[in-house]
């Protein structure tokens, strides 16, 4: 899957691309179910300068650091 992003001031033509990998040829039907959907809320933020941070239970642990033991 590889998603895309369209920005809330869009007002085109929304599409999807396919393309049959397969040598045989493939037939979509009318109501087939291609793509999905998904909507996220979109947040403003803004941003401040620190020249230190506190501390944290987590640190600077990475990925799979906050899992269970």
Known sequence: ?????ID????GEV???LINHSS????MENGD?????VIAK?????W??????????RGSGG???TGSN
């Not at 809330?8 to 007002?11: E, L, M, N, P």
């Not at 045989?24 to 037939?27: A, D, M, Q």
């Not at 979109?42 to 803004?46: A, G, L, M, T």
């Open 42 to 46: 979109h947040e403003k933020i803004v």
């Open 15 to 17: 599409g999807i691309i």
């Open 24 to 27: 045989e040829n493939f037939v």
């Open 8 to 11: 809330s001031d869009y007002r």
């Open 48 to 57: 401040h300068s620190a020249q230190e941070i506190n501390h944290s239970e």
């Open 33 to 37: 179910r291609v793509a999905q959907l």
């Open 63 to 65: 990925f799979g650091s």
């Open 1 to 5: 899957n590889s998603p895309g992003t």
